[in-house]
């Protein structure tokens, strides 16, 4: 299929090579990278599980070891967003 642009399947691997890039650069989250990109979260995951595998597996290497960071810390994350909502309601 072609879309006017790239072929489709030049234009997913392209923006799967992007987000890990990104995700790279900036520390991400997959929520954050999906905000970047107009995407899913679920389409980043795939992208960087799935499809950056196949593509390159040096670089969803090391996509996957920032995201896993970010996963483990996730639940401290949410503790001070929690905390920053009741600091500011307190006053």
Not at 24 to 32: F, G, L, S
Not at 44 to 64: C, F, M, S, W, Y
């Given at each position: 299929?072609?879309?006017?642009?790239?072929?489709?399947?030049?234009?997913?691997?392209?923006?799967?090579?992007?987000?890990?890039?990104?995700?790279?650069?900036?520390?991400?989250?997959?929520?954050?990278?999906?905000?970047?990109?107009g995407?899913?979260?679920?389409?980043?995951?795939?992208?960087?599980?799935e499809?950056?595998?196949?593509?390159?597996?040096g670089l969803?290497?090391?996509?996957?070891?920032?995201?896993?960071?970010?996963?483990?810390?996730?639940?401290?994350?949410?503790?001070?967003?929690?905390?920053?909502?009741?600091?500011?309601?307190?006053?």
């Amino acid at each position: 299929m072609y879309d006017g642009g790239f072929p489709v399947k030049d234009y997913i691997e392209e923006r799967a090579m992007a987000v890990a890039g990104y995700i790279i650069e900036h520390n991400a989250t997959v929520r954050q990278a999906a905000k970047q990109f107009g995407i899913s979260k679920s389409t980043v995951h795939k992208d960087i599980t799935e499809r950056l595998e196949q593509i390159n597996p040096g670089l969803a290497k090391e996509a996957r070891i920032v995201l896993d960071v970010n996963k483990s810390e996730r639940h401290i994350r949410g503790g001070l967003a929690t905390r920053e909502k009741y600091l500011h309601h307190s006053l």
